[in-house]
């Protein structure tokens, strides 16, 4: 398993209001900064708001380590099972094989010295600390910042308790603030008092400054002590600091209008982060006119309430988690929780259902950015559909229609974990469920775990031959199509793989699925001997994709075009067509369309006379393929490109060399192996000698290919 994305500097980027700005804490960074040296698990505990993230992630920015300081924010996760999930997520990690995510942590981790900052993790606590106790066992090059409001309890574990700001830096983080909302304050009296009676606690005084732009220190002051009054009378448990954030959430709470009040409520219902669209549609309505959401969560932006920050994605907001579990409080009492987890399950079901149509278009950059976006969002959809009666079969659909998600952007884990949840319960709605069995057995045979997927697809035609369902019918042929051709069964994979597709054809059927059927047909076509047929399907592929912007199927079709022409002796047509192919596979994080590709420009290096950089690049593609599965899927068809390759390399280089650029192509990162795959490397061009890889010019229908350019075509996405 290898990096995918460079470390996440934890002092960089957006984050939370409360925290914005760093005052004081210079005593208590220097403590933090001597346990990390000394300790491998440290733990930041405090009160909610008393600023424990912060204070992290500047100690964290100030570590040096090797392989790289790595945020994982468990804040939005709410089932423990995912907890390993959001670490493998945090380091950018792709693993298409049926390892459990625990395992894929241990393959990754290895040798590796990493800082680790886990932050939020108090309502997970049981599972982080299995987590953490193995993975520090394990990992001997592992340390963990670990910052929530309680320890995890583990042995090894040094605790450092982060107290509130003193009363100069209460004041100075106050009169920042209000300068931030365009109000200036003096150092006076009344706002002394205010930031005593706050207890210091950055959240806290955050929200006293967001009120400023209505209210004077003094007013502030007058409404928090009756606010004290009120709620410091009998039957108050905890400790006094947490009844005083209580207490300066609830007093924000009540000097909201009714409808920031009822917006604030409405909006717990979203885990992590949230858009604006979102918000007028699940939030909109019997109380709230959806044309006023935006004046609305435009007040509570303006009291740090709500946090607006800048994505990938676009412009994203989010409610800390003390303040949404405030919201989901009052959500439950106004008795309106039912119907709004509801909304929220439609909007992500509508979501869902456009970003599978634009996948066909030439949005598939901005589907795949949404959706890894509103993941935790659609996890929280996928659960409700998953466990409220009467909803499985809104299940089978979300989970069937993240197709694309699963296969083409790295998520066959988490995708066959959803899966198999839908496809276990029943519920009518034939047609949903359907669509769930083929999409599993897909992702199953992207995992190399041939038996499920197979159970999955006859179970799957079976049930659509029953119910008369055309669609799931050609859906699951396609499939079982794509099984065989892995298992090197070419006759029967071209008779499913052209029997699907004149199935697709009948009914008007036309998406990525459906040129990857055509990709893959291709291949059968090409490794028995038929050349030009392959280049046509996969010339017409490349022309349908090019109408349609499509992307992630038009890759796969360019790698059997660059394996024909590297067949016909176009060694610079096959790597123009591979540096696009391996260009936008990375992209999509589709590791199998990456790996085949790096495999097949190593053995056009060959072929252009550098056979020490071929071997590195098929080392590159070893250290890839365990993520992958099985490396060439085991396949005799699709391993005779790498022996061709090899048996060159060797005879040019000798075995000791050999060996030698294998294990160098080894050890390179997955980014580091794409960036040398593409040319970005020194010149160390090997000169021409016997043995080279490079085919006689010759008419490619006439030659039996060595293999097919790809596997399961696009299989790997979709």
């Not at 799957?460 to 199509?481: F, N």
């Not at 096959?574 to 696009?580: D, K, M, Q, S, V």
Request: net charge negative; with cysteine; glycine share 10%.
């Amino acid at each position: 398993m290898r990096d995918q994305r460079r470390p996440h500097s934890p002092d960089s980027g957006h984050l939370p209001l409360e925290l914005s700005t760093f005052v004081g804490r210079t005593a208590e960074l220097t403590e933090l900064g001597q346990a990390l040296d000394a300790a491998r698990l440290v733990t930041v505990t405090g009160a909610g708001g008393v600023g424990k993230s912060r204070l992290a992630a500047r100690a964290a920015s100030r570590c040096t380590a090797r392989d790289g300081v790595w945020h994982v924010e468990l804040a939005p996760v709410r089932d423990p099972e995912f907890v390993d999930y959001a670490v493998v997520e945090a380091l950018g990690l792709t693993d298409h094989t049926t390892r459990l995510p625990h395992e894929t942590l241990l393959a990754h981790l290895g040798e590796r010295e990493l800082l680790l900052v886990l932050d939020g993790f108090e309502h997970l606590v049981d599972a982080c600390a299995g987590l953490m106790t193995d993975l520090l066992r394990r990992v001997p090059g592992l340390r963990v910042l670990a910052v929530g409001r309680r320890p995890l309890g583990i042995a090894g574990e040094r605790l450092l308790t982060l107290e509130p700001l003193g009363g100069d830096d209460a004041v100075e983080l106050f009169v920042q603030r209000a300068a931030q909302h365009g109000v200036i304050v003096r150092d006076d009296t009344d706002v002394h008092e205010l930031c005593r009676r706050l207890d210091g606690i950055p959240l806290a005084i955050e929200l006293a400054a967001g009120r400023l732009r209505m209210l004077s220190p003094r007013q502030l002051l007058q409404r928090l002590d009756d606010r004290f009054r009120l709620l410091t009378g009998g039957g108050q448990d905890g400790p006094a600091r947490h009844r005083t954030l209580r207490t300066a959430v609830g007093w924000s709470h009540e000097l909201c209008t009714p409808e920031e009040r009822l917006l604030w409520a409405r909006l717990s219902v979203f885990a992590g982060r949230f858009d604006l669209e979102a918000v007028e549609y699940v939030c909109g309505g019997q109380g709230l006119h959806s044309d006023d959401v935006f004046e609305v969560l435009s007040e509570l932006l303006a009291q740090s309430v709500v946090a607006r920050e800048e994505t990938e994605a676009g412009v994203r907001y989010r409610m800390l988690d003390t303040i949404r579990a405030y919201g989901a409080h009052w959500l439950e009492a106004t008795g309106d929780a039912a119907r709004l987890r509801r909304r929220h399950r439609d909007w992500y079901l509508g979501l869902t259902t456009w970003c599978e149509l634009e996948w066909f278009s030439p949005r598939q950059n901005e589907v795949a950015a949404r959706v890894e976006a509103e993941l935790p969002n659609l996890r929280g959809a996928l659960e409700y559909c998953l466990s409220e009666p009467g909803e499985a079969h809104l299940g089978h659909y979300l989970a069937g229609s993240l197709w694309f998600y699963w296969v083409g952007c790295g998520r066959l884990s988490e995708g066959r974990h959803w899966l198999e949840q839908a496809v276990a319960l029943d519920g009518g709605h034939e047609r949903s469920r359907l669509k769930a069995l083929w999409v599993l057995g897909y992702v199953a045979i992207l995992q190399g775990d041939s038996v499920p997927a197979l159970g999955a697809l006859v179970e799957c035609r079976e049930e659509a031959e029953h119910a008369g369902d055309p669609t799931a019918v050609a859906y699951a042929e396609h499939r079982t199509g794509c099984l065989a051709l892995l298992s090197d069964d070419m006759e029967r994979a071209e008779t499913l793989l052209s029997s699907a597709l004149a199935r697709y054809q009948e009914i008007g059927e036309l998406n990525s699925n459906v040129l990857m059927g055509q990709v893959e047909l291709a291949m059968t076509r090409a490794f028995q001997g038929d050349l030009p047929d392959a280049v046509r399907l996969c010339e017409d592929v490349r022309r349908v994709c090019e109408d349609h912007g499509e992307r992630w199927a038009r890759s796969y079709a360019l790698y059997v075009l660059a394996y024909a022409a590297w067949a016909d002796g176009d060694l610079s047509g096959a790597r123009a067509l591979l540096t696009e192919c391996l260009g936008n596979a990375h992209s999509f994080r589709d590791l199998l369309g990456s790996v085949l590709a790096v495999e097949l420009l190593a053995l056009v290096t060959g072929a252009q006379g550098e056979a020490a950089e071929a071997a590195v690049l098929q080392g590159a593609a070893s250290g890839m393929w365990p993520s992958v599965g099985l490396p060439l899927f085991g396949s005799a068809c699709f391993n005779a490109p790498h022996e061709l390759c090899e048996r060159a390399a060797r005879e040019r280089l000798g075995d000791e060399r050999y060996e030698e650029c294998l294990r160098q192509g080894a050890a390179l990162g997955r980014e580091e192996a794409v960036r040398r795959a593409l040319g970005q490397r020194p010149a160390q061009a090997v000169p021409s000698a016997r043995g080279s890889v490079r085919p006689a010019k010759a008419t490619p229908s006439r030659r039996k290919p060595a293999a097919s350019p790809t596997r399961k075509g696009g299989e790997t996405t979709g």
